[in-house]
């Protein structure tokens, strides 16, 4: 039933299971072709050159840079980011043996290799030989830097959608590309995003046309495999009226010693009474018990709920990364649209994770819901912030935010930063919050009914992530709760 | 199947278990009694292996087994079921979830094969209808918004599922109504008086007795047990009280 699961690798099983290691943790031998180090604008223009870009794109990307230059750090309160050298990073890296897009035939078996071995149904067959009522994944596989191959592509295109990697989009639909790319997290919105612009290296494309129901769950797994080399994609999915699109994002990445930053981009565009469901099941490399090593994870995700009536659900499961900094965040600025956000971040040893969300109700009738639940254990951090922001012509909207923490141990930290700003009366905000603890009787009582440590506390922590757990399509929730498991080895006992 | 020799436990400190001394051989069925504080629980958690619950003194053999060597999971592997005087709640993971991970935990730790989801809801469904307890409800969190009858008649469907050697049933019949009484009572029979199994009940009144007949039963009192008789001893107890005994 689940093929995309990961954890379902006996090898990887067996390593996870050795020394609660991490489970990705191991790196190929693909050779890699290497842009410029550090970061320049020789090195904007060799990304372009070597993606064929049009020249509009290449002036785009040189003002991002330009700007950027001008920007301070960010500095978060409870986040502790040690410096980040940017000249000592390769920004692009690319499987050396191109293969041509869309033949699985002529992927580099290597590369197949790596995917099998997380699990990722790239072979069609795979996936068309699932359990009966099995679900299609589309998979777009992001290696690194270049997208190696599509799946299904006929029979979306056959639908009208358009999958595309960023890059191929960029050459073979530029209206569209150009008409939105930017337009919802402006290149100026943030120290991160506005390096995104500039050295952004690929990423996806998506468009579901008028009336369009996307024929299947479509899914990009992002992998981080070249030493070194930040990884900056670009996502932009944009559901015109009427439509419905569920987008899938998973990320593992293979252990290195040196950190290194993540720093993604995805825009959401829906139109009138259009939806887009996106989940994502995040389980980076969070560094080693000690702290030592794992990805930076700075991503700038937010949706444009444009249309009247339309509806953006963002779930995300964040398990890994040794720092998270994350906000999907809904813009509403479409009469009685919807925009919802279920997040599990999960934190262990010495994780950091501020992740949150921020509603902004431009539009009368529009509606939130926020649904968070924070697990932390060992030495980790795990915040919360969100911003509810009710403008002045949302009238008789509503936002409902329930926030719970989970504690693991005495050493580890959870904090809710809400920020509420209304500026229409007749608006509707609920905020709960709570925080508990795995009790003694909890687990005493799973155990005696034959549940190790371990296989308590995972039960239990599922069961507090629930609702959030139950939003994922039905693929991802297995491997999710897979992985919450996992995520916790070790921290109890 | 139960030799508990002169065990002695502390709970904070506080020395609550005094050279304890029992004996349960299969197909026998024990009651022990006693005045409120008295460490019947105590007995329990300590025989279930809870953290907080310090052994001071004497050993317990369980099928030959050391069984104060255990942790609590390999203890419930090995076949011993605590019936909770308090049930607990876990939100967010149902009976069903709860109970099919418990089994196939136990089951692998005795290296037979898990048992498939559909074998499971078969076995489930047969012990709830033993039970009369609505299978529904077997879909609900463990526990959540369940009254306290109903806590204590699920505890009775886990015993059945998980189909113990030895079940040491802490105050069953509190909390009971009086059909649900009789229920468990014939559930208890139906799942445990077999040649190859025991069970302790944990008890203040006759009432279940009535259903389940002892073979044996105990008062214990300030740590240890210093009464023991048979089924009659129950109905002594139940018209004088403890005052005689102490
Ligand atoms: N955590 C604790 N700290 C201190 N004392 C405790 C603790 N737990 C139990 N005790 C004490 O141990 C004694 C025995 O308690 P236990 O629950 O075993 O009694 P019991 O015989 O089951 O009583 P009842 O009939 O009321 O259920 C009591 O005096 C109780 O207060
Ligand atoms: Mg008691």
Redesign the pocket.
């Known amino acids: 039933m689940n093929d995309i699961a990961p954890i379902k690798d006996q090898a990887a099983r067996d390593a996870a299971a050795r020394a609660a290691d991490y489970e990705h943790g191991w790196s190929s031998d693909i050779e890699q072709e290497y842009g410029p180090k550090g970061l320049s604008e020789d090195t904007v223009r060799y990304i372009s050159a070597k993606k064929d870009e049009p020249e509009w794109m290449l002036d785009w990307r040189l003002k991002a840079y330009r700007h950027w230059l001008t920007m301070p750090t960010p500095d978060w309160a409870k986040l502790n980011i040690p410096p980040i050298d940017y000249q000592a990073a390769y920004y692009w890296a690319a499987p050396k043996t191109k293969p041509k897009l869309g033949s699985l035939d002529e992927v580099d078996p290597e590369i197949l290799r790596v995917y099998a071995k997380l699990g990722i149904p790239l072979e069609e067959q795979k996936v068309l030989a699932g359990v009966e009522g099995a679900r299609k994944i589309a998979v777009d596989a992001v290696f690194d830097s270049v997208s190696v191959a599509t799946t299904f592509r006929k029979e979306l295109e056959a639908a009208g959608v358009i999958f595309r990697s960023i890059s191929e989009a960029i050459r073979e639909y530029p209206d569209q590309v150009r008409k939105w790319l930017g337009k919802v997290v402006p290149m100026a919105d943030n120290y991160f995003s506005a390096l995104n612009c500039a050295v952004f290296s690929d990423g996806t494309f998506v468009y579901i046309p008028e009336g369009v129901r996307c024929p299947m769950e479509l899914s990009t797994y992002f992998r981080i495999n070249a030493e070194n080399t930040g990884q900056f994609e670009r996502t932009l999915i944009v559901a015109d009226k009427g439509s419905y699109v569920s987008y899938l994002e998973g990320c593992t990445a293979p252990m290195r010693d040196e950190n290194q930053l993540h720093a993604a981009v995805v825009e959401l565009v829906a139109m009138d009474d259009a939806e887009i469901k996106y989940s994502t099941v995040q389980n980076w490399y969070p560094g080693d018990a000690e702290g030592k090593g794992g990805i930076y994870n700075f991503v700038t995700k937010r949706a444009l709920c444009q249309g009247k009536r339309s509806k953006v659900s963002w779930t995300q499961v964040e398990t890994g990364s040794a720092i998270t900094w994350k906000y999907p965040s809904c813009v509403l600025n479409g009469e009685d649209s919807v925009g919802e956000f279920y997040s599990v971040a999960v934190t262990n040893n010495h994780q950091q994770a501020d992740t949150g969300t921020k509603m902004i109700h431009n539009a009368r009738g529009t509606r939130s819901t926020i649904i968070s639940k924070g697990i932390s254990a060992g030495h980790s951090n795990n915040t919360y912030r969100g911003l509810v922001r009710i403008g002045a012509a949302a009238e008789g909207s509503r936002n409902f935010t329930q926030c719970d923490s989970l504690l693991l141990g005495a050493d580890c930290g959870a904090h809710t930063v809400p920020y509420i700003e209304v500026r229409n009366p007749s608006a509707q905000i609920e905020h709960e919050a709570t925080t508990s603890k795995i009790s003694d009787d909890q687990m005493f009582y799973a155990q005696a009914r034959g549940l190790g440590m371990e296989e308590a506390v995972a039960l239990i922590v599922n069961g507090f992530a629930k609702e959030v757990l139950q939003q994922l399509p039905m693929e991802f929730a297995v491997e999710a709760q897979k992985l919450l498991g996992i995520s916790l080895e070790g921290s109890v006992g | 199947m139960l030799q508990i020799h002169n065990l002695s436990a502390a709970?904070?400190d506080?020395p609550?278990l005094n050279d304890l001394t029992l004996t349960i051989n299969a197909g026998e069925i024990h009651a022990i009694m006693?005045?409120?504080?008295?460490?019947?629980?105590?007995?329990g958690?300590v025989l279930g292996g809870r953290p907080?619950y310090e052994v001071t003194g004497g050993s317990v053999a369980f099928n030959g087994q050391d069984l104060l060597a255990l942790a609590p999971h390999e203890r419930a592997a090995a076949g011993l079921f605590l019936g909770f005087?308090y049930p607990v709640e876990i939100p967010g993971v149902s009976f069903v979830q709860f109970l099919r991970e418990s089994l196939n935990a136990q089951r692998r730790a005795r290296g037979e094969e898990p048992l498939s989801g559909g074998a499971f809801l078969k076995l489930a469904r047969e012990q709830a209808a033993l039970l009369r307890l609505d299978m529904e409800m077997l879909k609900r969190p463990v526990n959540v918004g369940f009254s306290g009858g109903e806590k204590k008649r699920a505890e009775m469907v886990q015993m059945g599922i998980l189909d113990p050697r030895l079940a040491i049933l802490?105050?069953t019949d509190s909390g009971l109504d009086i059909d649900a009484l009789r229920i468990c009572g014939e559930g208890i029979n139906a799942i445990m008086r077999k040649p190859d199994k025991a069970v302790l009940l944990?008890t203040?009144y006759q009432r279940l007795l009535d259903y389940v007949k002892p073979d044996f039963v105990h008062v214990?009192a300030g740590g240890k047990i210093i009464r023991s008789g048979g089924a009659d001893l129950a109905l002594e107890l139940e018209e004088h009280g403890y005052e005689p005994a102490l």
Do not use: M, R
């Not at chain 2, 006693?34 to 007995?43: D, F, R, V, Y």
């Open positions: 709970v904070a506080k609550i006693g005045p409120n504080g008295a460490g019947k629980s105590t007995l958690y907080g005087q802490d105050e944990i203040h214990l």
